[in-house]
């Protein structure tokens, strides 16, 4: 069984197609041990409760500088022993010494097409500003690997979503996670759980049906 850590820090439309996914049997062989939020008024902490998953909160703001609030959030973070940590909306730099600890075993969800549109300043509402007012006509998803970088490591699944001319941030948004988001994240994590994803130079491998398929 793989012992997924889910991070968040809003809404948690993610951590819900993390949910289903697992009630519904498009992620195997997955249990979620423990949610983790920045923020105390995240909804996501409602569904985590809903779903009688364990939850905490670990705020930046509780804790007298970053270095304290890395500590808290690594030991949160070891407490729950995982395999994997899922980045599903959070929205805090994660400390070198975790991504150390846990080479290749964080992943995230970002709503765009990296290497477009991603990096620092980048995240959330602030995304889809930015790919309306450059006047794109596909955005997408990806799902990847959390390395040292923002929004860097290699990537596991991408998948493109139109974009309308009528739309604005919202509805792009909307779009977004609909089309792209709530699949490939689910997707992800059970390519994971069935040990079918590898990292070699950087690149990531996804192994299906006995055929290898380069996601690099
Ligand atoms: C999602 O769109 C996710 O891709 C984005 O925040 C939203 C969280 O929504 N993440 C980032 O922008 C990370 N750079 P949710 O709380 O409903 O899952």
């Keep these: 069984m793989l012992r997924a850590v889910v991070c968040v820090s809003g809404g948690g439309t993610n951590l819900q197609a993390i949910i289903d996914g697992i009630k519904n049997g498009r992620i195997g062989n997955t249990e979620i041990v423990r949610v983790i939020s920045n923020n105390k008024n995240a909804y996501a902490l409602k569904r985590a409760e809903e779903n009688h998953i364990p939850s905490v909160c670990i705020s930046p703001k509780d804790y007298a500088d970053r270095g304290e609030f890395n500590r808290a959030f690594l030991e949160a973070v070891q407490k729950a022993s995982p395999d994997l940590i899922?980045?599903?909306?959070?929205?805090?730099?994660?400390p070198e010494e975790i991504i150390a600890e846990y080479r290749n075993r964080i992943i995230n969800i970002h709503p765009?097409?990296?290497?477009?549109?991603?990096?620092?300043?980048?995240?959330?509402?602030?995304?889809?500003?930015?790919?309306?007012?450059r006047g794109v006509k596909i955005t997408g998803a990806t799902v990847h690997f959390v390395d040292e970088g923002t929004d860097t490591g290699p990537i596991i699944l991408q998948k493109p979503v139109e974009v309308k001319e009528d739309d604005t941030p919202e509805i792009l948004q909307k779009r977004v996670m609909e089309q792209a988001e709530w699949i490939i994240l689910p997707e992800a994590i059970n390519a994971i759980a069935e040990g079918r994803v590898e990292v070699k130079n950087g690149k990531c491998r996804i192994r299906k049906d006995g055929k290898d398929r380069d996601n690099g």
């Design 86 to 94: 899922v980045l599903a909306g959070f929205l805090v730099v994660i």
């Design 112 to 133: 765009s097409l990296i290497p477009s549109f991603c990096g620092t300043g980048y995240y959330g509402l602030k995304v889809h500003e930015r790919v309306l007012e």
